[in-house]
């Protein structure tokens, strides 16, 4: 999907189904299209849970470069999960990043809307 190739097709994909990219959809449709993601099956990358700085830098390294319609990427990458995580049940709501008014990710790297009840392993306090 890297390719320019593979990116039309995925962009044209996205206008097919939700007549928007990820890129110009609003807050509700981008949840729409994560939460459609999952009940398909999207399985992300949870782990290794990134535990010192420069393993927290080396994911923000290759979020960094996708565009903004690389949402399936953008989700796989961070490890997100449409629940808490682990024996803390880390969640959204606790995070640094977390906009709860606008229940946004504000991480420039993901820059996403989520739920409060949702998590990624880009988590901090
Ligand atoms: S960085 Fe991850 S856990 Fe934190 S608000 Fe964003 S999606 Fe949620």
Known sequence: ???????????????????????????????RMIEDMFAEGLVTEVEPFPETDREFSKLLDILRPLDANALREKLVISGWLLEPYG??????????????????????????????????RLWRI
């Open 87 to 120: 024996a803390d049940k880390m969640r959204c709501q606790e995070c640094m990043y977390y906009l709860v008014h606008k229940r946004w990710c504000d991480l420039p790297e993901l820059n996403l809307p989520a739920k409060p009840d949702w998590w990624c």
């Open 1 to 31: 999907m890297n390719t320019e190739a593979g990116k039309t097709e995925r962009d044209a994909a996205f206008l097919a189904r939700y007549g928007v990219t990820p890129a110009e959809a609003g807050h509700d449709m981008l949840m």
